[in-house]
Antibody
C-alpha cells in the first residue's frame, strides 16, 4: 500500500534552515510528482510546489521561491524540502502529498505532516 | 491565482444533509473535466481525499459523500451526516498554477 512517512518535528532558530523528508513506499517513486503543502496553526492549506523524482523537475508557487527547495533521492525513495532564512511565519505543519497521474493531479495520498516551529 | 471561497462554518444535525459550497474566481473546467477536488481534515490529521474531478468518489469513501458542480460553482454534499463527519472540508483546484485551496468549511453539530 502507498505510504508517505515524514520526518519528525523540528524546533529551529530564526534565520536558520531546516530540511524535512518524506519517504515513499508501495509504489514507483520516480513515476509520480511529490507535492508539498503548508498549514499554519488554525489556518488553511497552501501549496508550495512539486518535484518529479524521475528527472528532478520542479515547479514552485512563486510565493515560496527562495524559501523552499525541493529535492529527491531516487535510491532511497525520499523527497526533501529545505526551508531557508526561517522566520515565525514559517512555523507550520508541512505535508507531502503524491500527485495522481491524471492531468487533474489530485492528492490521494498524504504524509502525516511535519511540525516546524521557529523560535529563539 | 485562482481564489476559492468557502463559508467558514456550517451547523448541521445528525442524519440531516450538509451542503458545502466552493466558488472559484475563474472557471476550473477544461474539456469536460472539472479540476476540483474535496478533502476532509480532522484535528491533528492529514487531509483525506473525498472527491476528485468534481464528482468522482475516492476509493474507500462512503456513498454518503457526493460532489457536483461545474465551472465556478461546486458543492460537496454529505447525506446523511454522521458523527464521524464532523471535520473541516477543503476544496482545491488543479486547473492552474499555483494550486490553491479554499479556506475550509468547519462542519459543526447543531
Amino acid at each position: 500500500q502507498v505510504q508517505l512517512q515524514q520526518s519528525g518535528a523540528e524546533l529551529v532558530k530564526p534565520g536558520s534552515s531546516v530540511k524535512i523528508s518524506c519517504k515513499a513506499s508501495g509504489y514507483t517513486f520516480t513515476s509520480y510528482d511529490m507535492h508539498w503543502i503548508k498549514q499554519q496553526p488554525g489556518n488553511g492549506l497552501e501549496w508550495i510546489g512539486w518535484i518529479y523524482p524521475g528527472n528532478g523537475n520542479t515547479k514552485y508557487n512563486q510565493k515560496f521561491n527562495g524559501k523552499a527547495t525541493l529535492t529527491a533521492d531516487k535510491s532511497s525513495s525520499t523527497a526533501y524540502m529545505q526551508l531557508s532564512s526561517l522566520t515565525s511565519e514559517d512555523s507550520a505543519v508541512y505535508f507531502c502529498a503524491r500527485g495522481e497521474l491524471r492531468r487533474a493531479n489530485w492528492f490521494a495520498y498524504w504524509g502525516q505532516g511535519t511540525l516546524v516551529t521557529v523560535s529563539s | 491565482d485562482i481564489v476559492l471561497t468557502q463559508s467558514p462554518a456550517l451547523a448541521v444535525s445528525l442524519e440531516q444533509r450538509a451542503t458545502i459550497s466552493c466558488k472559484t474566481s475563474q472557471n476550473v473546467d477544461n474539456y469536460g473535466i472539472s479540476y476540483m477536488h474535496w478533502y476532509q481534515q480532522k484535528p491533528g490529521q492529514q487531509p483525506k481525499l473525498l472527491i476528485y474531478e468534481g464528482s468522482n468518489l475516492a476509493s474507500g469513501i462512503p456513498a454518503r459523500f457526493s460532489g457536483s458542480g461545474s465551472g465556478t460553482d461546486f458543492t460537496l454534499t454529505i447525506d446523511p451526516v454522521e458523527a464521524d463527519d464532523i471535520a473541516t472540508y477543503y476544496c482545491q483546484q488543479s486547473k492552474d498554477y499555483p494550486r490553491t485551496f479554499g479556506g475550509g468549511t468547519k462542519l459543526e453539530l447543531k
